[in-house]
C-alpha cells in the first residue's frame, strides 16, 4: 500500500467515525418544543348545567373529548356518578337503572355498577368512569 492510498483510507475511516458526533450536535442544537403547562380549567370539561341535572337526574353529553358521557345524580348528591355510557360489549349505550342502581345494556343485558365495573356480562370490560364536580352552576367531568 502506498502512502496516498493510506492517507485516503485513514481519511474516509475517519471521517465514518466523526459522522455520528456530527449528528449528535445538530440533532442537540435543534430548539425543542415547549410543552404548554395544563391548567386545571383545561382539564375539566363542561357537561351542563346544575339546572338540567336536577330536572332530570342525568345529563347525557354525546359528543366531548372523552366521547359519550352520561352523569347521574343531582346538585345536592355528595358523589356524581359519570362513566361513558357505550357498552363494552357490542358499543350499545346502556341505560340506568335508578331502583337497582346499576347501568343495564339493552342489547344483551350487561349489567355494571355504579363505579362501572361489570357486575353480569357478556360484557368483560368495565365503563370508563370519570372524576366530577359542581362549580358554579356548571357540571364538570374529567379523566380519572
Given at each position: 500500500?502506498?502512502?496516498?492510498?493510506?492517507?485516503?483510507?485513514?481519511?474516509?475511516?475517519?471521517?465514518?467515525?466523526?459522522?455520528?458526533?456530527?449528528?449528535?450536535?445538530?440533532?442537540?442544537?435543534?430548539?425543542?418544543?415547549?410543552?404548554?403547562?395544563?391548567?386545571?380549567?383545561?382539564?375539566?370539561?363542561?357537561?351542563?348545567?346544575?339546572?338540567?341535572?336536577?330536572?332530570?337526574?342525568?345529563?347525557?353529553?354525546?359528543?366531548?373529548?372523552?366521547?359519550p358521557?352520561?352523569?347521574i345524580?343531582?346538585?345536592?348528591?355528595?358523589?356524581l356518578i359519570a362513566?361513558?355510557?357505550?357498552?363494552?360489549?357490542l358499543?350499545?349505550?346502556?341505560?340506568?337503572?335508578?331502583?337497582?342502581k346499576?347501568?343495564?345494556?339493552p342489547?344483551?343485558?350487561?349489567?355494571?355498577?355504579?363505579?362501572?365495573?361489570?357486575?353480569?356480562?357478556?360484557?368483560?370490560?368495565?365503563?370508563?368512569?370519570y372524576?366530577?364536580?359542581?362549580?358554579d352552576?356548571?357540571?364538570?367531568?374529567?379523566?380519572?
Amino acid at each position: 500500500m502506498n502512502r496516498r492510498d493510506f492517507i485516503v483510507l485513514f481519511s474516509i475511516g475517519w471521517f465514518v467515525n466523526c459522522l455520528p458526533v456530527v449528528f449528535a450536535m445538530t440533532y442537540a442544537t435543534q430548539p425543542k418544543p415547549i410543552k404548554p403547562k395544563s391548567s386545571t380549567s383545561e382539564n375539566w370539561f363542561l357537561v351542563g348545567t346544575v339546572a338540567e341535572l336536577d330536572k332530570t337526574g342525568q345529563i347525557f353529553k354525546e359528543k366531548s373529548p372523552f366521547g359519550p358521557i352520561l352523569v347521574i345524580g343531582t346538585s345536592k348528591s355528595q358523589n356524581l356518578i359519570a362513566v361513558n355510557p357505550t357498552c363494552t360489549h357490542l358499543n350499545c349505550k346502556v341505560e340506568w337503572e335508578v331502583k337497582e342502581k346499576i347501568f343495564l345494556c339493552p342489547c344483551h343485558a350487561s349489567e355494571f355498577g355504579v363505579d362501572g365495573k361489570v357486575q353480569n356480562g357478556p360484557a368483560t370490560k368495565p365503563l370508563s368512569t370519570y372524576l366530577t364536580k359542581i362549580e358554579d352552576n356548571s357540571v364538570m367531568v374529567r379523566r380519572i
